[in-house]
């Protein structure tokens, strides 16, 4: 990989910054032993395998195999490039970087990409300027100012939500834009819509805006909620380069210090919701967007906490709401409990009708996700006949079979069995015995590669690994390792690829370490190998390394022969078919001088 950013800059950041503590900004973690564990912020899990070396600077899941140093860590989490994450660091590090330039790797395509959606990031800003303009100073705006603060809203908390008010009449927005080249590109974000005449108009005009913004705080996206008069209660942007729908959740990016500190998040369904429960000091909440909650959304909050409080309206949407967004949640690994408000009540009334104090009540008085769902499915229920509890056991057990953790689903089935009021076993074996299902997968698919490999791992694949750690762990093994060649023309491609890169390394006398190593890789595949590879090794630092190496050196010299010997006898058995004789008399003589080098090794 090459950057604008100098490999010594990029050295001094990453030494400086610790990954322990850069990890912690997102995953809770412990320490055991020599490394720190956590919840894998990658893969959902109840069971903690997401694994932390401060000493080696790097990290690795046992359940999903994901790894590497702190820049792949952050480029995960975020979703952003290496030179975005290195300049971050560097900033928090105090570290200088030169100048930013567009970096060298970057295709022209997707340098265009990247234009163009900073384009319409500086179209979304300049629209939320304007009506948040409209909303705190125009005249035409004072429905809108009444509006909110009748809700309790005033302009310290139009502030800090970016609330605006799309102005009056038909074009307060697409005026502004003079060329037609803006107009187009507002068009494709979603703010503006072309009429048929060709004349554009405003998609929130005459609209309570709520802006929408990424984990950065950079607004993608309006949700748009009529004052009064006719028309749908709310217009949304539709979806376009910046913005996907079930991959953003409102007010995220303002509560995620919060919902972190707390280890918890409030989920509401509305704007409004959330904006009240901020008004009365309940901070750690994010909305849903008025669209049932999707598992990138869960995943997304999971990065952040692994309890989420469900706080939606009483009335049977609601309910329902409710109901498949614990599925969701359950299904990612996120303990959810939900808060029952009374009948006819939203969150935003009751907190307005009986304060933050009886509302943190109602938070810490929620019910477990499956006390909900039975209190819900017995409500329906029409009697105790037997084959109404069936359903009812059938209808349950899919929901506890989703409970990750195996002590908690044992205490599941039971409470399940006291309401029930049904033999335990009856519903352990309903929701034991069959596999249980997948679970969803995360934003890419949660892949089992870090175990699966294990598995077939031949003893040279062990030698070969056991070089790669015992060389990154020991210099005195890596300058062995070196001199011997053992990294050049490796038959696994990924360790070769490996072995390659500690090979540039040395050349340019850098210092050979793991996390060094990591930013040279070419994917996150090598990456995952590597820390693999380094996280289990640690047994390895206890035992006499060079001893080791040398036995692996033998043993991988050894099948290097075994494989060139049996390549010899296929070339001499079709030597021998087609009667080459000269050649046949060559290949038996580098037969014979490979059998003498093994006979030598094992001497
Ligand atoms: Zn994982």
């Excluded at 022209?108 to 179209?123: A, P, R």
């Excluded at 989420?308 to 967004?325: E, Q, T």
């Excluded at 072995?499 to 390394?505: D, N, R």
Aim: proline share 3%.
């Amino acid at each position: 990989m090459s950057y604008n950013i100098p490999d010594d800059k990029i050295e001094e950041v990453r030494e400086r910054s610790s990954i322990v503590d850069v990890v912690s900004r997102y995953v809770t973690l412990k320490k055991t032993g020599r490394n720190f564990v956590g919840l894998c912020p990658f893969h959902s899990e109840k069971t903690p395998s997401f694994t932390v070396s401060e000493e080696k600077e790097i990290f690795h899941c046992f359940g999903c195999g994901a790894g590497g140093n702190v820049f792949s860590f952050l480029m995960k989490i975020e979703g952003r490039s290496f030179p975005e994450v290195v300049r971050d660091l560097a900033e928090n590090e105090g570290v200088e970087l030169p100048e930013d330039k567009v970096p060298l790797v970057k295709s022209k395509e997707e340098v265009l990409c990247d234009e163009h959606k900073d384009l319409l990031h500086s179209l979304y800003e300049k629209a939320a300027e304007l009506y948040s303009r409209l909303l705190m100073k125009s005249p035409d705006g004072a429905a809108a100012r009444d509006y909110f603060k009748s809700r309790g809203i005033g302009s310290e908390m139009a502030k800090k939500w970016l609330l605006g008010y799309g102005g009056l009449g038909w074009s307060s927005f697409s005026e502004t834009l003079k060329s037609q080249k803006l107009l187009d590109q507002a068009e494709n974000a979603g703010l503006v819509i072309k009429g048929r005449k060709g004349g554009y108009y405003d998609r929130f005009r005459e609209r309570l805006i709520f802006p929408i913004c990424d984990l950065r705080g950079r607004v993608v996206a309006f949700g748009g909620r009529i004052v009064d008069g006719n028309g749908p209660k709310y217009v949304n942007s539709p979806e376009s380069p910046i913005y996907t729908k079930g991959n953003v959740l409102y007010g995220l990016n303002i509560a995620k210090s919060d919902i972190r500190s707390e280890g918890e998040a409030v989920l509401v369904e509305g704007y409004m919701d959330l904006l009240a429960l901020n008004r009365h000091g309940v901070k750690n909440v994010v909305a849903s967007l008025g669209t049932a909650l999707t598992k990138a959304q869960a995943l997304l909050l999971k990065r952040f906490c692994s309890k989420v409080v469900l706080l939606f309206d009483s009335d049977s949407a609601g309910i329902k709401a409710a109901l498949r967004a614990v599925e969701v949640l359950l299904g990612c690994g996120i303990s959810p409990s939900v808060v029952t408000l009374p009948a006819g009540d939203d969150p935003d009334s009751f907190v307005n009708k009986n304060g933050e104090d009886a509302l943190r009540e109602r938070i810490k008085g929620s019910s477990s996700a499956i006390e909900f769902i039975l209190g819900e499915k017995l409500k329906d229920r029409l009697s105790d006949s037997p084959s109404d509890k069936a359903t009812l056991i059938r209808e349950i057990t899919p929901f506890v079979r989703l409970v990750d953790d195996s002590l908690e689903r044992k205490l599941t089935v039971k409470r399940v069995a006291e309401i029930l009021a049904v033999d335990e076993t009856l519903i352990a074996e309903t929701v034991e015995p069959s596999a249980r299902p997948q679970k969803f997968a995360g934003k890419g698919e949660v892949k089992t590669a870090g175990r699966g490999r294990e598995k077939k791992k031949t003893k040279t694949q062990v030698a070969l690994e056991t070089v790669f750690a015992l060389s990154l762990w020991h210099g005195d093994v890596l300058d062995e390792a070196l001199k011997s060649g053992i990294f050049r023309d490796l038959k696994d491609p990924e360790m070769g690829q490996i072995g390659q890169k500690i090979e540039v390394l040395s050349e340019k006398e850098r210092a050979v370490t793991p996390s060094a190593l990591m930013d040279l890789l070419d994917n996150d595949s090598q990456r995952e190998r590597l820390s693999a590879i380094l996280i289990k090794g640690d047994v390895l630092k206890e035992c006499s390394p060079l001893a080791v190496f040398r036995d692996c050196e033998r043993i991988l010299k050894e099948s290097s022969l075994l494989e060139r010997e049996l390549a010899i006898t296929d070339r001499l058995n079709d030597a021998l078919n087609r009667g080459d004789e000269k050649e046949v008399a060559l290949l038996l003589e580098e037969k014979q001088k490979i059998i003498q080098a093994r006979k030598n090794d094992l001497a």
